[in-house]
């Protein structure tokens, strides 16, 4: 490993790409696919009055409505991070950073998901001051104060939990972080479908996680293509 | 649950008996032996260390159990039989967060930050000062109460932030604090006047969910975090951890930060201070012209 490090270090001109290859999960031609749907009747998203922020309702011609559960066509879930829980152990930390918007009193992306130890920019783009406040139980919770052109909130995690974020000046904005040991993730889109890619062969858990309805776990064999694996959510109106 | 709901009346009912009887007769005791009154903590042992004094948890643990156990409970999680009926809620020592804190939002206080805290108590709220315990029981306290989450013995207290001497207290300075006030949205939560009645005052919650009110400045209550004007400066710099109030620190400067102490005593319309004075004969001159704080001035007070 520190003789890698030092030959690396060594390329100078090869330097960038040099780290991309440390950053880049183990080979694996693997992937699960699936999609996460639900049953039964979720609860309505309601839409979010932002008049008391007028610079925020400004940018949103109709709306936009709470997210804690997003559904598509055909019952499926959007916001739903799949990960592999188990049998993907020995993963190092990626030296490319994640993202974090404030943008339009809106957290984007609605999850985050990123790696423990991996760097985590939070940015605020509104003409407004954001409170985040982390409501972390594992890791230490904080809260800042980032006023409109402050630089960007530079942190990590250092232990794999479900955070839940918000900003306490703006009740509406809500978010997740969520911090895995591995990096093998994908998060559902408006279909409910994710592509967990990069897989080696072997055998995984792999947990589905929804911020309302918890975690839903399978056994899944990946060999050289794709393997499948679908998840269904028991939805509760309330 | 029957055992502990006893073994907690029992506490109460019996709790000066039982200091009397057995003083330190159990002293030498294990801070995890099994105790029939007190849930097990989390780690063994934790020592502090407050100007020389040395707390030892294994001394606090008795303390505890006579004057703490009511509010913040047999496990520590601030679930004592009195936690039904206060308002805010006894702190839960098992998360160790804490509001009241020298050192940055996300990091452990000092054993001065706790022991500061519980010598002077929550004037807000029901924790009285406990001055009457002398500075070795409270050290030992502060040494117990690290007992309850296994942070104190992984994690280092943060570094207490470094407070400059206080600039001079100028209408300059009163006026550029004000500018701060209106800028960084103070009045959103505490509002234009310090009323705690701006637009978000009324959703607030602390970070288990229970509403919680910002603090009103014009009431004549005193800070919970201390009164003096080094005390203002720490609470909005390291914000109050566990509650709605954010660290300042990475978006104030210093001198800046200063300017709003200096703002925030003229709210303190009920407690005669120099800040004040200084401000209200600025404001019978020049009143008509400032600009009022609050969504209407587009960002720009002066």
Not at chain 1, 155 to 173: A, L, R
Not at chain 2, 281 to 291: C, E, P, T, V
Request: hydrophobic share 35%; proline share 9%; charged share 20%.
């Amino acid at each position: 490993m520190r003789m890698k490090f030092l030959a690396a270090l060594g390329l100078t001109v090869a330097m960038g790409s040099a780290l991309m290859v440390f950053a880049t999960p183990p080979a694996g031609s693997g992937s699960i696919t699936g999609k996460v749907t639900y049953t039964g009747t979720p609860m309505k998203m309601k839409p979010i009055d932002m008049s008391k922020e007028p610079s925020c309702a400004k940018q949103h011609s109709t709306p936009i409505t709470t997210e804690n559960v997003t559904t598509g066509p055909g019952n499926t879930l959007k916001w739903v991070v799949v990960y592999i829980s188990a049998g993907d152990e020995g993963n190092t930390t990626p030296s490319q950073g994640v993202r974090y918007d404030q943008k339009g009193c809106e957290y984007l992306p609605h999850i985050l998901p990123m790696e423990v130890g991996q760097q985590l920019q939070i940015f605020n783009d509104d003409q407004t001051s954001h409170n985040i406040h982390p409501l972390a139980k594992v890791n230490q919770e904080w809260n800042k104060s980032q006023p409109p052109g402050s630089p960007p909130i530079d942190t990590k995690w250092d232990k794999p939990e479900f955070i839940s974020v918000k900003c306490n000046i703006h009740p509406w904005m809500h978010g997740y972080f969520v911090v895995l040991k591995t990096s093998h993730y994908a998060v559902t889109g408006d279909d409910g479908a994710f592509d967990i890619k990069g897989l080696p062969p072997g055998k995984y858990t792999v947990t589905a996680w929804q911020e309302q309805y918890g975690t839903k776990t399978q056994e899944v064999t990946v060999g050289a293509g794709a393997a499948t694996a679908n998840f269904v959510f028991t939805a509760t109106p309330y | 649950m029957t055992l502990k709901k006893f073994a907690v009346t029992f506490a109460l009912g019996s709790a000066v008996l039982l200091s009397a009887g057995a003083t330190r007769s159990t002293a030498q005791s294990h801070v995890n032996s099994p105790d029939p009154l007190l849930g097990t903590p989390s780690v063994a042992t934790e020592t502090s260390n407050i100007n020389g004094i040395t707390g030892h948890a294994e001394e606090g643990k008795h303390l505890y159990r006579r004057f703490c156990i009511g509010c913040h409970g047999p496990d520590g999680n601030g679930q004592g039989m009195n936690a039904q009926w206060i308002d805010p809620q006894p702190r839960d020592f098992t998360e160790a967060t804490f509001k009241c804190r020298s050192t940055p939002t996300g990091t452990l206080p000092t054993d001065d930050d706790l022991y500061n805290a519980i010598t002077r108590g929550f004037v807000t709220t029901n924790m009285p000062s406990w001055r009457p315990l002398n500075p070795q029981q409270r050290a030992d306290l502060v040494a117990f109460i690290k007992t309850w989450s296994p942070r104190w013995a992984k994690e280092k207290s943060g570094t207490p932030l470094n407070i400059p001497p206080e600039t001079p207290i100028t209408i300059e300075s009163i006026l550029h604090g004000r500018e701060l006030f209106q800028k960084l949205e103070c009045w959103k939560c505490h509002g234009p006047a310090g009323n705690a009645d701006g637009p978000s005052a009324a959703t607030l919650t602390d970070s288990k969910g229970n509403p919680i009110k910002p603090f009103n400045f014009t009431t004549g209550d005193r800070f919970m975090c201390g009164d003096t004007n080094r005390d203002l400066y720490r609470i909005f710099m390291t914000g109050l951890d566990g509650s709605p109030m954010p660290s300042f620190a990475d978006v104030i400067q210093p001198n800046d930060a200063w300017d709003l102490v200096h703002f925030l005593r003229t709210l303190q319309v009920a407690l005669p201070n120099q800040e004040l004075t200084l401000w209200q004969s600025y404001k019978a001159a020049h009143g008509k012209d400032l600009k009022p704080i609050g969504p209407d001035s587009a960002g720009g007070a002066q």
